[in-house]
């Protein structure tokens, strides 16, 4: 391996999150001297994944099929669609086992100042989803962090003038809190207790 390959390695382990140079150098150290088979393995799964893996149009989740399972299910009630911020925060909602209605995955939170507006987080595919004729209510179930908060309040302004019922996850999970880290029946309890906004 000549050391512009090497380089080039290390150069792109920095797109994962929190990642600086030294961790970089360690992971790709750690791929190319300790563990080849699973540096393999993680190519071609990250390659496969680029490949199959789009987002559902529906819910926007990641799906090998243009709308997922999910949405596809005919009894899951259609008049109701929980906004989250990642699929992380849908598959928590789901273990609750206390919510039938369809979902929309954000796949982020408003963040002006990383740049992220509404036009990076494509807030229009969730209007027009939301639009549809047959959703009744929204639940905003963004996180309790200052910028899952300022998203939440952004969408139930653009959805309030569609004249659609927004609600918002009750105060249950803890202020500062994410859904990814809030346990199922604190999720479950909000969900009954969610507010009109
Ligand atoms: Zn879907």
Do not use: W
């Not at 928590?92 to 954000?106: A, F, P």
């Amino acid at each position: 391996m000549s050391p512009s390959s090497l380089d080039e390695l290390i150069e792109a382990l920095r797109c994962l999150p929190s990642v600086g140079p030294k961790s970089a150098q360690r992971m790709a150290y750690h791929l190319l001297q300790r563990d080849q088979r699973g540096a393999a393995r993680l190519a071609r799964a990250l390659g496969h994944a680029l490949e199959v893996l789009r987002h559902c149009e529906q819910c926007n989740t990641f799906s090998e099929e243009a709308v997922c399972q999910r949405c596809a299910n005919p009894r899951r009630d259609a008049s109701t669609l929980c906004v989250v911020e990642m699929p992380a925060d849908l598959a928590m909602i789901e273990q609750t086992q206390s919510y039938s209605g369809l979902y929309y995955v954000l796949m982020g939170r408003l963040s002006p100042l990383d740049g992220i507006g509404p036009r990076e987080l494509r807030l229009d595919k969730l209007i027009a989803r939301a639009s549809d004729g047959r959703v009744r209510e929204v639940i905003l179930a963004t996180n309790f962090t200052n910028e899952g908060e300022a998203t939440a309040h952004t969408l139930a302004g653009l959805l309030a003038a569609r004249g659609l019922k927004v609600s918002r996850l009750s105060r249950g999970v803890p202020v500062g809190g994410e859904l990814e880290y809030t346990d199922a029946g604190t999720i479950a309890q909000a969900l009954v207790e969610r507010r009109s906004v």
